[in-house]
């Protein structure tokens, strides 16, 4: 059984449809990319999956978004339990107003991680993996806000692994990092899919290409196709995916 | 005249006028406390600071103002202290991740915009009806109280507007985290928001420490320090209301040297309190 599996997700903010009755399932272990023009519902979906979008005013949701096969749009989930198991990585990075260490340790230490020894390894461990950890080892403790944008959003998902997460949401991570550093959180991703299940909103045709090993493609709230990657940009099966690949509409 | 000149005429007096504002506004300013400094400084002596005042003082002999520093001090400490605790849980609530976005928040704003405009002698008023009320007469603890209500209406408001900047991207990084609101509150959203709730604090000190009207009646007016909660106590703003009735002119300068210290409290308060606040607000995410 797959991880996640979407029936009939309908999203409205104030009467206006975001979400169109979206079924699907999102394979395990894999790089599933959520794809499609701007406004076309993919960080509604995203927000879905870890129920941020009970944050967002006048949001109604239906359906079911079922992990490990209880529906989490149930009112009576644990968000925490739901929320430390489906970890995000936000669009634009944004540090804790702490340092670098605590941005690292926190989340983990208020999940009941209290032994100092524990701690200063998950945090080693966590930057390492990141590939963080030889640039900021000797300054731990200075302020997270004084690290480059690149190496902020490597420090934010950094914070997200230390909670120890199944599921890694990502909403577009580096549309707002410069090339190389937009190229190291790329390959971030090949090497965290060995131990998480990705999914990751694009715009970017290109990076969508790079990365997707399943497509999920949106348009106007609704999803369109999906499938593996190879066969949704070599054959894709509507109309609109065609035009988006080629470039006509997006 | 064409178009675009008069454009760059309107754009030269739009900022004629912002300068003209600010001009007259930091020019009655520091006349005013020019002239407390200048008339505070003539009457300032150390036995002023640190002498209680003799049954002579009000005819223009010795003694000082003693009385009314620590008064002043007891009241307006011991009133914010108080306001915090009640204002910073209700500023939390007022937040969108609890009860912000109901009716509910909308007529507690509402209400504390209403209270904030209400004239601190009524405050006193109300406080001295409640005194008489539970017996008690004019003590300590009664101008605590009613300088509490002084100044909880500016705290709050100021706490939301100060809480409300947090980015909510950061709220959403937190929560995404797994914290619980009264986590993501405490370890991310009042340190964000630190230098704004120190802000608060210290407008709602500056409020208190300064305000006559609501303690004329509840904290009374005495020339001894008070040895208990109950005893009544003088304050600096009632002290420099006294002297500066008085006929002789030697009063009268003790009259501007009480205001005097007064600001000089205020500002001395401030300044401490920013530099507490700038050691605390290291990282902040600007």
């Not at chain 2, 030697?250 to 401030?270: I, M, P, T």
Request: aromatic fraction near 8%; include cysteine; glycine fraction near 8%.
């Amino acid at each position: 059984m797959p991880h996640i599996v979407v029936r009939n997700l309908t999203v409205r903010y104030d009467g206006h449809e975001a979400l169109r009755e979206v079924s699907v399932e999102i394979p395990d272990g894999q790089i599933t990319v959520v794809l499609g023009p701007s406004g076309c519902g993919k960080t509604t979906f995203l927000r879905c999956l870890n129920r941020l979008i009970d944050l967002t005013d006048g949001a109604k949701v239906t359906g079911e978004v079922l992990i490990d096969g209880e529906n989490i749009l149930a009112p009576d989930t644990d968000l925490l339990r739901l929320r430390k198991k489906v970890g995000m990585l936000a669009q634009k990075p944004q540090v804790l107003p702490m340092s670098i260490y605590e941005n690292v340790a926190f989340g983990a230490w208020l999940h009941g991680v209290r032994d100092k020894k524990a701690l200063d390894a998950l945090v080693r461990d966590c930057l390492k993996r990141v590939h963080l950890w030889d640039e900021v080892k000797d300054r731990l403790f200075a302020p997270a806000s004084q690290l480059s944008v690149g190496q902020q959003q490597r420090l934010c998902l950094a914070r997200s692994l230390a909670v120890e997460p199944e599921v890694l949401l990502c909403d577009e991570p580096t549309s707002a990092l410069d090339p190389i550093s937009a190229q190291r959180v790329e390959e971030l991703f090949f090497e965290l899919k060995e131990r998480y299940t990705l999914v990751l909103v694009t715009h970017t045709l290109r990076q969508a290409k790079r990365l997707a090993d399943y497509v999920l493609f949106f348009y106007m709230g609704e999803l369109v196709e999906h499938g593996l990657a190879q066969r949704v940009f070599s054959e894709p099966r509507d109309e609109r995916t065609r035009a988006f690949l080629a470039g006509v509409i997006g | 005249m064409g178009e675009l000149t008069w454009r760059h005429c309107k754009e030269a007096l739009m900022q004629g006028t912002m300068v003209t504002a600010a001009t007259l506004l930091f020019g009655s300013l520091l006349t005013l406390l020019a002239v407390v400094t200048v008339k505070g400084w003539q009457g300032m002596s150390w036995a002023m600071l640190v002498r209680l005042p003799k049954s002579g003082s009000y005819l223009g002999g010795e003694g000082g103002i003693l009385n009314a520093i620590v008064g002043s001090l007891l009241l307006a400490v011991g009133a914010t202290l108080l306001a915090l605790c009640l204002a910073l849980p209700v500023a939390l609530l007022l937040q969108p991740d609890y009860a912000g976005r109901t009716k509910f928040a909308q007529f507690l704003r509402l209400l504390l915009n209403l209270l904030w405009g209400v004239p601190s002698i009524v405050y006193g008023a109300c406080g001295f009806a409640l005194l008489v009320a539970l017996g008690w007469r004019a003590c300590l603890l009664g101008g605590i109280i009613a300088l509490t209500f002084v100044e909880l209406p500016i705290m709050v408001r100021a706490m939301d507007e100060a809480l409300r900047m947090v980015p909510k991207a950061m709220k959403e990084a937190a929560y995404s985290l797994a914290l619980t609101r009264w986590e993501t509150m405490r370890h991310v959203v009042v340190r964000q928001a630190l230098p704004g709730l120190v802000t608060a604090v210290l407008l709602a000190f500056g409020r208190g420490i300064g305000d006559a009207a609501s303690v004329l009646f509840t904290a009374g007016y005495t020339d001894n320090l008070p040895r208990s909660l109950f005893d009544p106590v003088a304050s600096l703003p009632v002290a420099v209301f006294f002297l500066l009735n008085s006929p002789f002119a030697e009063v009268q300068r003790q009259a501007y040297a009480a205001a005097f210290v007064l600001l000089v409290l205020v500002l001395l308060v401030s300044v401490l309190t920013r530099l507490l606040a700038a050691r605390l607000s290291r990282y902040l995410v600007r």
